[in-house]
């Protein structure tokens, strides 16, 4: 399946995506990640306490180390395993015109290498960007470096610089937010799911600075 991997106004690199990753960014981006977290925001920040300042949410701040964090834990706490295998297994993989047995071993890899993949927690992606800002890699360095130590294809990996090369150190948001989130959650609600929603709801409105995680 191909998709369109792009941020900001830069060029646009197309690339297949696998199912798991299109549940994934329906996670991060639509519910329950950032478009549950803007409409919190705008009903019981701007709206109801009259804190216009939330109408804007400057991108370079420390309030989206949590957002990121959030969006990229909605997954985990949306799909456990289990459900992710039978929601990919009876809708997913039908739509996508793949053979729905699949679906019982393919979400398990998916998720056993997602720190390894650009979509997922990848530790090597800061660590690249902080070689290749602080001058110990170049370019195409940091491309060859990526596609040696992580699952990406060089297609994607040269998406990853061009995201480095405009939003410099913003990669950390994706990983350390999601192992803040995470652990404030499953710290204070353990393994009972309806707790760690209530949890998840309350680091999203109003919002956490990243110091109170710590």
Known sequence: MFGYYTTGNYSVSQFFFFVSDLLLLACHEGYPGYHVTNLLFEDRLSRKRRWVEFIVIPLYSPLLLIMEGVANYALELAFPVDERIAFSHDCLYPLAGLDPALAKSAVPIFEATE?????GVSVASPEAARRHLDGHLGRSEMIAWLTTHTLYPPEMAESTAQFVGKFRSYMI?????QDLVKRRIEERAGADREKRW?????????????SDLL
Do not use: I, N, T, V
């Open 115 to 119: 720190a390894l993949s650009d979509f």
């Open 173 to 177: 948001c994706y990983s350390l937010g």
């Open 198 to 210: 209530r949890e998840f709801e309350r680091l999203q409105s109003p919002p956490r600075p990243p």
